[in-house]
């Protein structure tokens, strides 16, 4: 009889967000007979994290209007949802684990999902008025200090910093995004796309300063003073730095397991112990479809991977080499991204990238004339084709893509 098959068995999952609460739920749809405990430091039933720049911190709704999943769910499946309750060590010797209350949970199988955090900036640290979102509880404090009228720093201008700007200048206040590269997305974005998305948030009055580090913050009284390095100061009521998460392998590294930005897995979710696995933002894996080992950052990721790690409890194998996939919203425009733009020879744009209106844009990545990847602005059509093309490595119609007459179902070549 297998460990999936026996009642006495118990497999703990540590995080209860994306990855976690998934995975919990797969492995006892692929037949784990055991108790499942699954654990989260968070007080709050697991919720969808893209809401919290986007619809939570808006006010559109609360966190218990954006739930994974319903709570009776996780009792239908017995799973034992622990909330509130930390993780402080794993004892691979005994196979147990440790929580922060003293409590002591023995498990035949374990699964690491704990996740990312913050990057931090010393300088800012302890500072009231300075803010991090990641969690249900910073949304909160953002928004208690989120009045219109108000001047907020948003510090680093990636998706987070750039969803908080779009969602901050619509209602009221006074922004300044400051990027420490050349340009907005630098890291994920191509210079056409970046540049879009400043053109959208400087035409929502949003101050966009690129090229440009913090060299100091300083409390004024009840007001923030953020220094540049070129000397200029911008004052302000709250800050909010989105600059990078980390992955969260403290437990793993203190445990013995292999890390190296992020939890190092293989293609089936394995870590360097038989008996744990890992899924999500916290995962460094190897990527047979880019070649390379990476860590990513994304819903689509964190699910993908927890159903690859829930096979694998249950003995089950299969390979994990899903196509990425990504979105952010930012005023009315959605932005939805497929494949990684690693290696692109060429890139070719539909549509007018100086025109910020409904109709959108996209951007194709090329290379020996197959589609890696597409960013889609407000083109949902657009980015299914895409994904399809992609995924499946289709042969792509070249004179398709640009030509606004035609749409996404020309953009295969027909043979
Ligand atoms: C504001 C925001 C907006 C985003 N928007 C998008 C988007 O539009 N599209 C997209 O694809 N992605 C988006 N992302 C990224 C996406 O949310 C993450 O990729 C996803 O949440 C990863 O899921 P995860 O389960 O791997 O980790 P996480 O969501 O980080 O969850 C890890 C959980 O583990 C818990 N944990 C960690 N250590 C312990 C421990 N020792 N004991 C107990 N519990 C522990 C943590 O408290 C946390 O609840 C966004 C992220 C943020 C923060």
Redesign the pocket.
Known sequence: MSQAQSAQTVCVV????????LLAVQVRKEGWQGRIVL????THM?Y???????AV?AGEKEVDAVLLRPALLYSNNDIELRLG????QISRADKTVH?ASGETLAYDKLAL??????RRLPIAEGLAGVHY???ADD?AGIRRQMQSGKRAVIVGGG??GL??AAVMSQQGLQVSVVEMADKLLQRVASPVISDYFRLLHEQHGVNVLTGVTVETVRAAGDELVVSLHDGAELVADLLVIGIG?LP?T??ASAAGLEVADGIVVDAYMGTSDPDIVA?????AFPSARYGRTMR???????LD??RVAAANVCAKPQIYDSLP?????QYDVKLQSAGLRLDHEHEIVRGDPGVIDEKGISVFYLRADRMIAADCVNSAKEFMACKKLIAERLPVNLEALADLSKGPADFVAQS
């Open positions: 540590i995080g209860a967000s994306h990855a976690g609460s654990i989260s430091a968070e697991p969808h994290r893209p809401p919290l720049s986007k911190l309750e930390q993780v402080t929580l999902c704990t996740g990312a955090s913050p979102l990641r969690n949304v998706y987070i969803e908080v998460v969260e403290g437990l899924a999500g933002d916290c995962t990513l950052e994304s819903v689509q990721n964190a991977q927890a996939w990504f979105w952010s919203d």
